[in-house]
């Protein structure tokens, strides 16, 4: 038990993630059934003339199975996340489980649960007639519990009214990002232009509308939660949401320009849609990567809340404030932890007795930290930097038209050899904890998690560009797995007990982050758009991409722990 508390943390934020994603595609592809599918499927090309596949029934039956299958999943999620909450309520305040689902949080996940298997049941059951009244009643019972498991549910004052702006807040979520599957589905059904910009021009207007319902309640939630500047930068709180409207801004650049090609549509029909679907496919990468930021947000308090504990403006300046970066490492052996473990061991030999262990991973206590340990982070984020920058400028000369730097993913390798060694200096195979124990450990397992994904991503890309390897997936490979590590780095956290430091390293983070997202998804367009169609925006997601990598090297370059 003492394992799942230790982890309970990071779980928790990913089952959160989850749950906000299949929620937002239930919502939105119930509610993409009732306004668009439906609707719309007389005016969408009709059975047999020119459209064997009967582009009107696919689109409204193949959204159905999109939402009844995300209703599944919310169902999962949603179960899981009360079992988690009260196998730790059970655990730490011993009560029975019986008790423990009479706490608030269940009562209201137990109803979404509820809610979720209805709307299977009635999506799956019923596909494209799925009676709108139940589907809509049991939508907006889903949405208000899903409120009630909210920080505005714990709210003393204006309660009532947080509580809607956050069911507001979730509801355009569920609108823009959750319909976009639908909404791709509909692109690949339909034949003619008329038919794309129908179907265009309806999502638009619901974007919009889910567009308005996110900014409205965004900033009426960031007024009443974070409150002032330095709520905004001082708190992990803050910065959380700060990171929510720097990828809120890319969406909107993107849905504008699908905006204006959309009404392209209106006096050119055969105006190419290939666009239109690339950059739908990216704010759905990018929404997701809000809702894994907004489970990271829910799991801290608001800013209001922490009034002790906030970073000034001065100490970030302070701590990013260039300085010369550390090419040179502290020995292993002064660490905190083999340092305590040597001591350990030289008092049981004195009493010829067993040695204690300094350290156990899953056991709920945080390492012992010292300044050498400091020493040691910042020099393995500056080397880091030099195999990152180095990726970066290879990437831009290969780009330039230099033949040879094709190979720039190798340097990755380099990267994950040495962060394997190096990341994490107690466990194998420089420390004394083993490979396995370690994994015990959330810090560790994500660390290990992140040298993984570099390594799958550098092997792909390379066989791509250096041995032209032609699969199309296998290219698409590093765009995900590099936008996959940028948002996982949005719910990254130390094990640090100082709020203050955490939050630091933390303004580092986040950046890098965002950073990771945008070369991801830009590295995607420039693979997937039609460099004939599109040559301008191909040309600069071609250029994003290694500028967004060459900016984490000098992230990484001037981070500092102290
Ligand atoms: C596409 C853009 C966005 C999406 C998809 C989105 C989605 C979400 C979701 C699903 C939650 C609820 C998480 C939960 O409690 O379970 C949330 C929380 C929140 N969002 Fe957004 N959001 C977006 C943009 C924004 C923007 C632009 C702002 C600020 C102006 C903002 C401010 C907040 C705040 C303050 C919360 C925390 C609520 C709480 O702590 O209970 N969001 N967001």
Redesign the pocket.
Known sequence: MDLLIDVFGYLSIII?GL??LS??MALGGALFLVLLARPLAPRLGHPGVGNPRGGQIEIASGTARIAGYAALALLLSEAATIALQAAVLMDTVDLSFREALTADFAVAGLVKTAAAASMALVLLGWRERAPTVPLLALSVIELAA??L????AARLDSRGW?LAV?GL??L??AI??GGIPCFLLALARVRDGAAFRLVGARFSRMSMA??AC??V???T??LL??GSWQGFYGTA?GVM?GA??G??LM?LALGGMNFLLVERLRSDPTTSINRLRRFAEVEFG??IA??F???S??SVP?AVDLTQDRVSWQEIVERNTPEWPRMSSPDHDVLALPALQAKLDAEAAAKKAAPQVAFIPGAGELPPRNADDIAWSEYNHHWAAVFVIAVGLLALLNRAGLRWARHWPLVFLGLAVFLFFRSDPEVWPMGEEGFFDSLRDVEVLQHRFFVLLIVVFAFFEWRVRATNWTGRSAALVFPLLCAAGGTMLLTHSHAIANVKDQLLIELTHTPLALAGIAAGWARWLEIKLNPRENPVVWQIAGWVWPVCILFCGLLLLGYREA
């Open positions: 959160h749950t906000i929620q937002s899903a409120t498991t909210t920080h505005a947080l956050e807040h979730q355009g979520a823009w990002i889910g567009v996110i900014l309640s965004g900033i939630m960031s939660y974070i709180f949401v929510k409207i990828m809120f969406l990018i929404g809000i809702f930021a907004a489970a947000l829910t608001p």
